[in-house]
């Protein structure tokens, strides 16, 4: 495998879900989501990972 096919895997959102990971944009919208929303004080085990 490539650097370049390596890349443009972790580009791929379904690659990060196959893995019950989320991928980087997802976890950076969860954090501004909960910095600046009306959300629970505490993060929850959902809010990381995700059925695969």
């Known amino acids: ?3 370049r096919d390596l ?3 972790q ?3 379904h690659e990060w879900h ?3 990971l989320r991928h980087p944009d997802e976890i950076d919208a969860l954090v501004h ?3 600046h929303g ?3 004080p505490e993060p929850t085990y ?3 990972f995700r059925a695969a």
Request: glycine share 10%; aromatic share 4%.
């Open 33 to 35: 989501h909960r910095t």
């Open 1 to 3: 495998m490539s650097i």
């Open 38 to 40: 009306d959300v629970p």
């Open 46 to 48: 959902g809010d990381f």
């Open 7 to 9: 890349h443009e895997l």
């Open 18 to 20: 196959r893995r019950g």
């Open 11 to 13: 580009r791929n959102p």
